[in-house]
């Protein structure tokens, strides 16, 4: 089984962190619009809105240049990288984590247009199947908790959510 | 200091408060005894539900979530050599061991003397420590609280247990998060893009839920795909689970007190200290105490089933709890990463913790501490006879463990501000924490920069309003002592993770020369 070492290592989070601080820099003026909105009889700079994004974004730049730089010397000098657990990813892992959060967003999805007791009802049996319940079981199951959490949330909490069975 | 004890224990004495503390401890013991799940997760997944409620039965009942949850991990770590926690890591050396040589039932029993103990001794400290610790939040000014929140971010980052510049970048990421909403000085719209959604910032209960609870699905999904993938390997590598062959292996806690009083005093003192630091968690103090232990009389017998091991880990673990509501009490700054969660319980029921809790609502701040000392001595009274129903939890499968946390999330998320939007940030959040756990980039910096970054920009630039340029931070002690430890605690990460390289130099030349001589 093919295992990915350094799929997503320090370079491309340092690069990440790069990226964020420019993005932040870039944005400051559309999104601080107070920066005219002068306070009377202080200073300018320090006290109006952008000066503290500007100041975060510097810290990301920093901190993305260093991380990035520093695993690019390691990589030089022959280390090897840091042990990760989560590092070593193998394709079906990546696969089917990334499948689990489609299935996430398509379940969020069904339960704003379907309703809440659908969305679970239908996402629980795919989730517990996935996971290695037979297949009967897994329906009791995926019923059950969808009437549970129905009935707790919508009857006893009243959270309003949509599509509720016991409104 | 008699009159606020008085004022708090006078605020829960209430048959009705007692009773959802209780509820609140035996359901944290049964998602800290979940493998996979946290107490930090049990609060973020559960506080959306208390946001109907009164604050003094809405926070007791977090408070509760939050001191079962801490030890509902022993059982994991105790009966399948898992830790429920990171803050049950040393609890698996030797309760796990106890466990194996057939003794499961005194290796819970010590874990629970050992916890209590440690709460109750924390509980007390909190009850002493509060009224001048809010005397002092009420005393200090802007310059103060600044100095006071630098000093923990970079405390957080120190600790992270990942290299500084990850921390730094994480906490610089949740400094980011926090800006997005309304300026807090003139209050126009800032990096909310026009969305009505981010006007008010981003949601924080639905982030935490994105950031805690999604990764752990992902996990066991990909646990999953690697059991389809490696059938035949589960079976050598499942964990051997205890079981439960001697009968009456049962300790006397008189027996616990007298024996190994000096450790739980140690213990006790080691966690509190760790607690009462603003921003360092309750991960680090069982391995201080743990490694204080290895000092003691029976330090050679650590990691071999020793009960002193059990005890240290646990009492310093619980005694973190009462002192870490110290620092978020009155000045607003969570002890640990569960607490930032109960922040952001708070703010969402319209209080916000440090001197304007103190000053407005102290029948609020020594109700909370009333509950903390309240929840301690329920621990023991909830975990003896439910000690059954919870050893019989961690079986849970999986296929139906994960349903219920997604469930959870969902309803968790939407109910806060009952709006689709919440779910989308829960999502996106998701990916997040899915991302910062594939790259170990730690979370606690993203968190607790995130809850405090409103309170740091809005003191920074309150302290610049008052005098106008930087010389204000200057003009109090407090404030430079405050940032020179600042100072000190980013050089000595610095000098430590060069340390660490320079040991790794002789290591890489070895294993190259082996290389080439291969």
Redesign the interface.
Same mark, same amino acid.
């Given at each position: 089984m093919r295992r990915w070492t350094n799929v997503l290592d320090d370079r491309w989070i340092g690069a990440v962190g790069v990226f964020l601080g420019v993005a932040l820099l870039a944005v400051t003026p559309y999104a601080v619009r107070a920066s005219t909105a002068l306070i009377p009889g202080t200073d300018v700079l320090f006290v109006r809105g952008d000066f503290y994004p500007r100041v975060t974004a510097a810290l990301l730049i920093v901190t993305g240049l260093w991380l990035f730089a520093s695993d690019w010397l390691r990589a030089a000098r022959g280390r090897r990288a840091e042990p990760w657990p989560g590092r070593a990813l193998t394709l079906p892992e990546v696969v089917w984590s990334a499948l689990f959060l489609v299935g996430l967003t398509a379940y969020v999805y069904l339960i704003i247009n379907v309703g809440f007791a659908i969305g679970c009802a239908i996402v629980f049996v795919i989730l517990g199947k996935l996971l290695g319940g037979k297949l009967h079981w897994v329906i009791v199951m995926s019923i059950s908790v969808t009437l549970a959490m129905d009935a707790v949330f919508g009857l006893l909490f009243r959270i309003p959510l949509p599509g509720r069975i016991f409104a | 200091m008699i009159n606020n004890i008085v004022l708090g224990l006078e605020q829960i004495a209430d048959p009705q408060i007692i009773l959802i503390i209780a509820f609140g401890v035996a359901l944290g013991l049964v998602f800290g005894a979940l493998p996979g799940l946290t107490a930090t997760m049990a609060i973020a997944l559960v506080a959306?539900?208390t946001f109907?409620l009164e604050p003094l039965l809405a926070l007791p009942f977090l408070v509760g979530v939050y001191r079962g949850g801490l030890y509902g991990g022993v059982f994991t770590a105790v009966l399948l050599g898992v830790p429920g926690t990171p803050a049950n890591v040393p609890t698996v050396l030797d309760g796990y061991e106890m466990a194996k040589q057939g003794y499961p039932q005194s290796a819970l029993q010590y874990s629970l003397f050992g916890s209590v103990a440690g709460a109750l001794f924390s509980s007390i400290l909190l009850f002493t420590i509060i009224t001048p610790a809010a005397r002092l939040a009420l005393a200090i000014g802007a310059p103060e609280i600044f100095a006071l929140l630098l000093f923990s971010m970079t405390l957080v980052t120190y600790i992270s247990g990942a #290299?500084l510049?990850?921390g @730094?970048?994480a906490?610089?990421?949740g400094?980011?998060l926090g800006?997005v909403g309304l300026?807090p000085?003139?209050g !126009?719209? #800032?990096?909310?893009?026009g969305h009505v959604g981010l006007t008010a910032g981003v949601p924080i209960i639905a982030m935490f839920i994105g950031l805690f609870a999604?990764p752990e699905? !992902?996990a @066991?999904?990909?646990q999953?795909?690697?059991?389809?993938?490696?059938k035949g390997e589960s079976a050598a590598t499942a964990p051997v689970r205890a079981t439960f062959s001697a009968p009456d292996d049962s300790i006397r806690l008189r027996d616990v007190v007298r024996y190994y009083w000096r450790r739980i005093l140690v213990s006790a003192g080691i966690g509190a200290f760790i607690g009462v630091l603003p921003g360092i968690g309750s991960e680090t103090s069982p391995w201080l105490a743990y490694a204080a232990a290895r000092k003691g009389k029976h330090g050679d017998n650590l990691g071999k089933g020793e009960p002193e091991g059990i005890i240290a880990s646990e009492v310093a673990n619980d005694a973190v709890v009462g002192a870490a509501f110290t620092p978020l009490l009155a000045f607003g700054i969570p002890g640990d990463l569960p607490l930032a969660v109960m922040l952001g319980a708070l703010m969402a029921q319209g209080l916000r913790p440090g001197p304007a809790l103190v000053r407005d609502n102290p029948e609020v701040l020594f109700g909370i501490v009333a509950a903390v000392f309240v929840s301690s001595m329920l621990l023991y009274v909830i975990v003896r006879p439910l000690a059954g129903v919870v050893k019989e939890v961690v079986r849970v499968?999986?296929?139906?463990l994960?349903?219920?946390i997604?469930?959870?999330s969902?309803?968790g998320s939407?109910?806060v501000n009952?709006r689709?939007f919440d779910?989308?940030v829960?999502?996106v959040f998701?990916?997040v924490g899915?991302?910062m756990?594939? !790259?170990?980039?730690p979370l606690a910096p993203l968190v607790l920069a995130f809850v405090l970054s409103s309170t740091l920009?809005t003191s920074? #630039?309150e302290s610049?309003?008052l005098e106008?340029?930087?010389s204000v931070f200057l003009s109090s002690p407090l404030a430079i002592a405050l940032f020179l430890l600042s100072a000190l605690v980013i050089a000595s990460s610095i000098v430590l993770d060069l340390r660490k390289?320079s040991e790794? @130099?002789p290591e890489?030349a070895r294993?190259?020369t082996e290389r080439v001589d291969e």
């Open positions: - | 959306p539900l109907a #290299r510049p990850k @730094l970048l906490a610089a990421i400094i980011f800006m300026d000085i003139v !126009t719209p #800032r990096f909310t893009f999604i699905l !992902t @066991l999904v990909e999953r795909a690697r059991e389809v993938y490696r499968p999986t296929w139906v994960a349903p219920l997604l469930g959870l969902v309803a939407f109910g009952n689709a779910l989308w829960m999502v998701g990916a899915y991302l756990r594939k !790259t170990a980039i920009e920074f #630039r610049l309003l106008g340029d930087f390289k790794e @130099l890489a294993a190259s």
